[in-house]
């Protein structure tokens, strides 16, 4: 007599690994396994995010685990699982800005300057490096560092979200909370101060290595 | 072509054909399909704004862990943190600003307020030090000075005696 099976309830389908929001859709239902992917596909992202913002790889490291961890608690909260992208974005851009915030206060305690303490924790200062491949880098981030600079606050963020991040513009608004249309007069106006930057410029028009 | 279809587009133009070709007026875009100058600067534009976030992502470093994600299913938050952190703190405030009342109050009263008046009352060195706070000088000597009459001028002449008056010195 042929061995019965035990009845069960058909176990839900793998979600598809491809689609973003599928994933999302099922790690709201509690699916550990497919928040998993979801923080592989998006951890190094994240971290480099947070990394233009800080330009500090140790903070950048600790941020994004913060970001993962409270994505994972508040996925359950998440309405449109189709947005995930913009809504992990989210919490990565309140982390920084708490991070600026927290720093802006002990600065207050701290005879050092802002970019020194964000070049101690600078890759290019690293000793494991070669010397050419650090000075390419400090060179670089340089550069980068004076455009930022001279764009607003809301430029800045626009301009990162959509050049470094390489969100669109729908993203981008949904991210900073704002309309499409103020996101686009940013961007014009951030775009307008890069071409503006000629070094800049001229160092993306060499043939990098 | 018109005049505004002639002229080439400024920077600022440029950038808002690089986000939106909708943000452009309907001789701009007439005029950056025939020009090739103005899709260059489009094009060269595009390809700078690409290799900046490529080389961003190739010069930033890579992270070295992975993020460890806690036990349990995803979607099931702690209970309330916020709240239970903002418990916390106004309760380790209150107790502090507690032992801080108490601590001052019993600096400062010592022994019950009801029991001081009667204990100073009662003490014959607090009697005496009452009594010389008001008047210092011993009681004999304000039995002497009790039956003397004060006399302004008599007083006044001998200030007088002591101190002479300038004018006499002058004359």
């Given amino acids: 007599m042929p061995e019965s099976k035990p009845q069960t309830a058909d176990p839900a389908p793998p979600p598809d690994a491809d689609d973003t929001g599928a994933l999302a859709a099922a790690a709201r239902n509690g699916d550990r396994f497919a928040f998993s992917r979801l923080a592989d596909r998006y951890h190094e992202r994240i971290y480099k995010m947070i990394f233009y913002r800080t330009r500090s790889d140790m903070e950048a490291e600790d941020i994004a685990q913060e970001v993962f961890l409270q994505a994972f608690r508040s996925i359950g909260r998440l309405k449109d ?3 995930f992208e913009a809504w ?3 919490i990565a851009m309140n982390r920084v800005t708490d991070y600026h915030r927290k720093k802006k206060f002990r600065s207050l305690f701290s005879p050092l300057t802002d970019w020194d303490r964000e070049d101690a924790g600078n890759p290019t200062t690293a000793p494991d490096q070669a010397p050419v491949e650090r000075l390419v880098r400090a060179e670089f981030w340089a550069q980068v560092r004076e455009l930022l600079d001279r764009l607003s606050r809301m430029e800045r963020e626009v301009f990162l979200l959509r050049f470094f991040d390489e969100l669109g513009i729908k993203d981008i608004s949904q991210v900073l909370q704002k309309s499409e249309s103020t996101v686009k007069t940013h961007l014009y106006r951030a775009i307008a101060k890069f071409q503006s930057a000629s070094s800049l410029r001229d160092y993306l028009g060499e043939d990098l290595p | 072509m018109t005049p505004a279809a ?7 133009r440029i950038a808002r ?3 939106s070709e909708g943000a452009l007026t309907h001789p701009e875009r007439r005029h950056l399909d025939d020009c090739r ?3 260059d600067r489009i094009h060269r534009l595009r390809t700078d704004l690409e290799r900046l976030g490529a080389e961003a992502a190739r010069l930033a470093p890579v992270p070295s862990r992975a993020p460890s994600l806690p036990a349990g299913r995803p979607g099931t938050p702690r209970p309330r943190p916020a709240l239970r952190a903002w418990g916390l703190g106004l309760a380790a405030a209150a107790a502090l600003v507690a032992a801080l009342v108490l601590s001052l109050d ?6 019950p307020v009801a029991t001081v008046p009667r204990t100073v009352a009662e003490d ?3 009697i005496e030090v009452r009594m010389l706070a008001e008047n210092a000088m011993p009681l004999t000597y304000q039995a002497i000075s009790e039956s003397i009459e004060f006399d302004p001028e008599e007083a006044e002449g001998f200030i007088d005696f002591l101190i002479p008056p300038l004018e006499e010195d002058v004359s």
């Fill in chain 2, 124 to 126: 014959p060195e607090m």
């Fill in chain 1, 88 to 90: 992990l974005y989210r």
């Fill in chain 2, 6 to 12: 002639e002229r080439h587009l400024d920077d600022d």
């Fill in chain 2, 106 to 111: 019993t600096g400062r009263m010592g022994p």
């Fill in chain 2, 17 to 19: 054909a690089l986000v």
């Fill in chain 2, 37 to 39: 100058a103005c899709g």
């Fill in chain 1, 81 to 83: 699982t189709d947005r």
